[in-house]
């Protein structure tokens, strides 16, 4: 398998196509964007961050690292990467290059783990993962190997935004959610006509026993099966549950800080889960394809 990072880059500012000039990316009208020494380049301008540090925080990036490192979550990453490169292979049979972009790829985990597990027969695979942290995407890059994913340039890792995705219209096979906030339009844009959407959200058991330890009451589930977003045709759903045992205070604060819950529950919340020395938990998730029509 041949791996590269996603060329069809596009400037945050005017929508221009970037092209690579050693270690900068330029647009015709002139904007420029730096490549870090780390390997990633910074596509979100200042005029559309809604704060000064956006996304998840250094902390929250460091304790996902550990958490998914430790391996909790691969059933979850082969799940997600046995769908994608299943259509990957149907795709690139004639030697056509296949992209793939994780939106909201946080520390990197799973497109690591997509590009381990590429088949032989997968013979050409563009990857360029994308999240609003800029703790996130340097975290990413820095555990980048030359093995995983070959770089043909330092483009694999972007900081940017879903509501305006750094990427030309059209030119994406694939897109991974995963537990992230869905910009569907965008998604559609960027997407080919017959590209396929993986959304991975948490399903109703989730965390159920963590989160009614830090909770004093749980929300009541939401009913019915959601909406169908506009280009999209719904191609099938799966869900996958299993229990993990959590042993020592490390793992459960990992846990706790790389979820959403960490800042949504009281100091008494946070204070019960950090008395915890033992857990187990149910992970539950829904894996849904969606197609662009």
């Known amino acids: 398998m041949n791996s590269s990072p996603f060329q069809a880059l596009a400037c945050p500012l005017?929508?221009?196509?970037?092209?690579?000039?050693?270690?900068?990316?330029?647009?015709?009208?002139?904007?420029?964007?730096?490549?870090?020494?780390?390997?990633?380049?910074?596509?979100?301008?200042?005029?559309?961050?809604?704060?000064?540090?956006?996304?998840d925080s250094k902390v929250m990036v460091a304790a996902r690292q550990r958490f998914l490192k430790a391996g909790h979550y691969q059933p979850i990453a082969e799940a997600v990467s046995s769908a994608v490169l299943s259509h990957a292979e149907s795709k690139t049979a004639n030697n056509e290059r296949f992209s793939c972009l994780d939106a909201g790829c946080g520390e990197g985990y799973y497109l690591r783990q997509l590009a381990s597990s590429a088949a032989a027969n997968v013979q050409s695979l563009s990857l360029l993962g994308l999240d609003i942290s800029k703790w996130a995407v340097l975290a990413a890059a820095r555990q980048d190997n030359q093995s995983a994913l070959q770089r043909a340039s330092q483009a694999s890792w972007v900081v940017g935004s879903n509501a305006r995705l750094p990427v030309q219209s059209g030119t994406l096979d694939s897109i991974l959610c995963m537990f992230g906030f869905p910009v569907y339009s965008e998604f559609a844009r960027v997407l080919k006509s017959g590209g396929v959407l993986w959304q991975v959200e948490a399903g109703p058991g989730h965390l159920k026993e963590l989160r009614e330890i830090i909770y004093p009451t749980l929300k009541p589930e939401r009913s019915g099966e959601g909406h169908l977003p506009e280009s999209f045709v719904h191609q099938r759903r799966e869900s996958l549950n299993y229990t993990l045992a959590l042993t020592g205070i490390e793992q459960i604060a990992d846990l706790l800080a790389m979820t959403p819950h960490f800042y949504r529950a009281s100091a008494e919340g946070r204070a019960r889960a950090a008395a915890l020395e033992e857990l187990s938990v149910t992970v539950d998730v829904r894996l849904t394809q969606w197609g662009r029509i």
């Open 14 to 55: 005017d929508g221009e196509p970037l092209e690579l000039a050693g270690s900068v990316w330029r647009c015709a009208t002139g904007h420029s964007f730096d490549i870090a020494k780390q390997g990633y380049v910074n596509l979100l301008p200042v005029q559309q961050k809604r704060s000064s540090d956006p996304g």
